[in-house]
């Protein structure tokens, strides 16, 4: 596999000043990294992927606070909050991923909690807490994890109880008026028996405000909640149930007007304010319950069993024009609920190993918005709902043929059946059933003037994702490996389609499709003071599902989703440790990608030459040094860090939403008293101040519209553990 030369910006030049530092004092060797990537435990360098792990002392150190912080710890990997929104999320891995977070349409990248599947974006913005690491899982894993993972997958892992009494309290007070407050804690019941539970608190005053309410932007306001129980009857059984539940009532989120409004309004100085008429109502709750259950059969086989159970619930509202006039409101409303059953088989020989099982997913992705058009006087009525039902059985079976050498070969088949209502109609008025009473009271009921869609239909789908690898343990420091990986994205049903003039799209889009090469290498070096990562892939994307809008002739657009792309993605990732000296280590990563699109039909012509793919920079990086200082009878942790995003287009087509390449400084103190109690922390992030826009709407005019990442903000952190 070719790849083209490799450019990048000075900033990540660091990598190679971390790799290539002096090494004539440095005693330390790295710690040993523990991942579940291959659905058993496994040391990081033994697993021929390209993962990242994030343990909590490390994301404690790096001042990690949701999900989307990992981004700047995994190269070519963007992890950002979702446009109008404070907990959906936007994931994109070597670009792929999911853009719009609307109901029925599905992921790129697989979110999962104790390997249990979360299907919709919807409150993914998960904030870090009782949580033993994170897994960022790059590439294909179609056959072990199943469909929509296609560019990867992120694990939120949680760790088992001890049996001990265990009580710790943290806290958070900080700019914008943040106070945190998290507080967990577990115990033995008795000598099988333990139960913990964590509870959190996030909030926060806006960084900006809506000038016609006086209510806040950018404010956080969540209440997170878990308990867990875990039972071990025998040495050779495991039982552990899980429940948690997320309320999110921040305030809804409008963006930044790049251009003078409609009604002459001005541009706003600040990008986190907003003009808009609509209040700040905004609630997303999300809740659900597992059951683990393990069953260690004999020395070489286990047996395992995940059930698990999860809903969603969102109401929220939109601007689109950011003026104080109902120019383009959108209120909406996603409702879902899912139920997966998992049951697998790891075996264990003296020179093979095999993970095996079957997986059930039973869901409903269910929702509805209006937009609501003032000027013309009319509104746009969509509501729907996609059930959808899964089946697949998969294997990975890895053989150790000779003292060196590993083959690995996997394969899974899934079968999705997906059944869609949909619902499109153009109201007189402002509002439907939907909104009217509670935002456009005053005004006349809106009647319905014409139904565009209106229909019911189901359809179904079968794939076999393959993969093959061939590992080669060089010697006890080096490890190396090739591997070719499948998997696809489901397909499913447009919620937005207009059939009174595409006809087509109750026949719904067919899922896409990856087809990946990867070479790589795992190597601890110099005593294990030396850890360097790295993968060079290559990537054919087909069937993309990709969204062209029209002008139709009432003045409204329809987005038509076709498989109409196909792109090549390549690139290299690097991740690099060099422990310096006994108290000081640099980390590094570097993330280069080169996608293109091959082909983009619109109107029946390639328009391939004008479209880019969307959310993925072509170099990613990180530099970040680990100081530890004896200070009193404890020990400070000192971790200043630089990351570097290269310029990035938020949707395919080029324009105003654009986002110039930007670097976020970071640094972070952390002082652990010496008997290991307490600890006392301050986390800067975004030193720098820097401005820089990581979602946004483009209709053109005064319905372009960006929303922002966090301006500079300081934190004082505390816990102590009882």
């Known amino acids: 596999m070719r790849v083209p030369t490799l450019k990048v910006n000075p900033i990540a030049a660091g990598i190679m000043l971390a790799c290539g530092a002096s090494l004539a004092y440095a005693e330390p060797a790295l710690e040993e990294v523990t991942v579940t990537a291959q659905k058993r435990e496994q040391s990081l360098q033994e697993v021929p992927v390209a993962v990242t792990a994030i343990g909590e002392a490390a994301l404690m150190e790096n001042g990690v606070v949701d999900m989307t912080d990992i981004q700047k710890l995994s190269p070519n990997t963007t992890l950002q909050v979702s446009r109008g929104t404070n907990s959906t999320l936007t994931a994109f891995i070597r670009g792929i991923g999911q853009q719009d977070p609307l109901w029925g349409y599905e992921p790129g990248v697989g979110i999962y909690i104790d390997d249990v599947y979360i299907a919709r974006p919807q409150g993914a913005v998960m904030d870090v807490f ?11 894993q179609g056959t072990l994890y199943g469909k929509n993972t296609i560019g990867g997958a992120v694990k939120y892992v949680t760790k088992k109880m001890s049996g001990d009494t265990d009580v710790s309290v943290g806290t958070s007070l900080g700019s914008y008026n943040q106070r945190d407050f998290k507080i967990k804690a577990s115990t033995g019941l008795t000598e099988n028996l333990n139960i913990g539970a964590a509870v959190a608190s996030f909030n926060r005053d806006g960084f900006g405000e809506n000038i016609v309410t006086g209510e806040d932007q950018y404010n956080k306001d969540i209440m997170a ?8 009857p025998t040495e050779d059984l495991f039982f552990r149930f899980a429940a948690d539940k997320t309320t999110d009532d921040s305030a809804s989120k409008h963006g930044h007007r790049f251009t003078t409004g409609f009604g002459g309004e001005e541009v706003l100085s600040s990008v986190y304010d907003t003009q808009s008429n609509l209040p700040a109502d905004n609630l997303v709750e999300t809740s659900g319950m597992s059951l683990t259950a393990e069953w260690q059969v004999s020395d070489s086989i286990t047996v395992k069993s995940v059930t698990a159970s999860r809903e969603g619930e969102t109401e929220t509202v939109i601007d689109f024009d950011s003026v104080q006039a109902a120019g383009f409101d959108v209120p909406a409303y996603y409702d879902d609920e899912q139920f997966s059953q998992e049951f697998q088989l790891v075996w264990q020989g003296e020179n093979a190993d095999l993970v095996s099982g079957i997986y059930y997913y039973d869901g409903t992705a269910a929702g509805g918005y209006d937009a609501v058009l003032a000027g013309n006087g009319i509104t746009v009525n969509v509501e729907g709902a ?28 899934t079968r999705d059946e997906k059944a869609a209502d949909v619902y499109n109609a153009v109201l007189l008025g402002l509002g439907s059933d939907l909104s009217h009473d509670k935002y456009y009271a005053d005004t006349p009921d809106s009647i319905v003037i014409a139904v565009r869609t209106d229909y019911t239909n189901s359809d179904s789908w079968g794939e076999f994702s393959p993969r093959v690898g061939l590992d080669y343990q060089v010697n006890d420091d080096l490890m190396m490996y090739a591997s070719y990986s499948t998997g696809f994205k489901s397909g499913g049903f447009d919620m937005r389609g207009v059939a009174t ?58 987005g038509d989703v076709l498989n109409a792309g196909k792109s090549r993605i390549q690139g290299i990732e690097l991740e690099a440790s060099l422990a310096l000296t006994d108290n000081l280590t640099a980390n590094a990563n570097l993330g280069w990608v080169d996608a293109e699109f091959v082909e983009f039909i619109s ?19 990180m530099v970040q040094l680990n100081w530890s200082v004896p200070v009193g009878a404890g020990e400070m942790v000192v971790v200043p860090s630089v990351s570097y995003r290269a310029d990035t287009q938020i949707f395919e087509t080029p324009g105003i939403l654009d986002q110039e390449a930007y670097s976020l400084v970071d640094l972070t103190a952390t002082y652990y008293s010496a008997d290991g109690k307490w600890s006392l922390g301050l986390q ?26 966090a301006p500079r903000t300081v934190a004082l952190t505390g816990t102590y553990n009882f």
Not at 130 to 140: A, M, S
Not at 603 to 621: E, H, K, L, Y
Not at 689 to 706: H, L, S
């Open 130 to 140: 009782d949580v033993e690491r994170i897994e960022v899982l790059r590439g294909p």
């Open 225 to 232: 909640a878990r308990v867990s129980l875990e039972y071990s």
């Open 386 to 413: 996609v059930d959808t039902e899964s089946l697949s059985a998969y294997a990975h079976y890895n053989w150790q043929f000779a003292d060196q050498w590993n083959l690995n070969l996997g394969g899974r088949y």
């Open 501 to 558: 003039s595409n006809p087509l799209t109750s026949q719904g889009y067919a899922p896409e499709t990856v087809r990946t090469a990867e070479m790589g290498w795992k190597l601890d070096a110099m005593d294990n003071r030396l850890r360097l990562n790295g993968a060079i892939f290559r990537a054919d994307y087909t069937d993309m599902q990709l969204t062209t809008q029209r002008l139709l002739e009432d003045g409204t657009t329809a």
């Open 603 to 621: 109107g029946g012509v390639d328009i391939s030459d004008t479209r880019d793919m969307q959310n993925t920079p072509d170099t990613t990086a």
């Open 684 to 709: 800067g992030k975004n030193l720098a101040d820097e401005e820089y826009r990581i979602a946004g709407y483009t209709f053109g005019g005064p319905f372009d519209t960006g929303f922002y990442g």
